[in-house]
């Protein structure tokens, strides 16, 4: 079992539409959670994190936490083509020779006009 | 947020030669970074762990005598490929978090590094 999966997509929403990406990862000791956007060709940057169970939310991102169910999503509002990317979810997980921080394969999302 | 610097930015050398990638902290000291590989359509890979003043922490399948990493100050990492090969060619990412930062369990990337060996 991968220690965090994603569903590689494509997920296509039309504009103005709410794009729901999902993230589940088997460590239940992982305290440490993020959502990073990566355009084609460019690094990860960070669009959210949370660390505690329940939503957070920042302007038309939200991401919500289930430690019970092991499961982290991110939901985008209103999206827009510009939100066209990959997304990776990522989470610190603590183990033996330390904390790392692991990647999904990551879920391309195409907001379509 | 903290930014990281790395340089260049896109490389393209010959097989067998030798390639230095810099990774700079640069408004935040980092005792640690990381570096990270990724091929097309696939995830980010942890290479290894940079520890300012000792000793790089490799993961494993990664050999440590190709990938050379030296980290001399609080602001610097540096990746050398040595001898590179075609099935080199990869992302080469860098990371660090700023421990003293308003939130310290997050990891701030450099742009990467898109080497290209013929």
């Known amino acids: 079992q991968k220690e965090v999966e994603q569903n590689s997509g494509p997920l296509s929403v039309p504009e103005g539409a709410i794009a729901s990406l999902n993230c589940t990862y088997s460590?239940?000791?992982?305290?440490?959670f993020f959502w990073y956007r990566q355009y084609s060709g460019k690094s990860p940057e960070l669009i959210m994190s949370i660390y505690s169970n329940g939503d957070k939310e920042d302007g038309r991102f939200t991401a919500q936490l289930n430690k019970a169910s092991q499961y982290v999503s991110l939901l985008i509002r209103d999206s827009q083509p510009s939100d066209s990317a990959t997304y990776l979810c990522a989470v610190r997980i603590l183990t033996g020779g330390g904390n790392k921080l692991t990647f999904g394969t990551g879920t391309q999302l195409k907001v379509e006009l | 947020g903290a930014v990281v610097s790395q340089h260049p930015s896109w490389v393209i050398c010959k097989s067998g030669t030798s390639v230095k990638i810099e990774c700079r902290s640069l408004?935040?000291?980092?005792?640690?970074m990381f570096w990270y590989r990724q091929f097309p359509k696939q995830s980010l890979m942890l290479m290894a762990t940079s520890n300012e003043g000792s000793k790089a922490t490799y993961e494993q399948g990664v050999e440590k005598d190709k990938f050379l990493i030296n980290h001399a100050s609080l602001t610097l990492s540096t990746l050398t490929v040595t001898s590179a090969h075609p099935e080199d060619s990869s992302f080469y990412i860098c990371?660090?978090?700023?421990?003293?930062?308003?939130?310290?369990?997050?990891?701030?990337f450099g742009a990467g590094t898109r080497l290209s060996v013929l």
């Open positions: 408004d935040f000291q980092a005792t640690t």
């Open positions: 990371s660090a978090r700023d421990l003293v930062g308003q939130d310290m369990n997050i990891q701030y």
């Open positions: 460590d239940r000791v992982s305290q440490s």
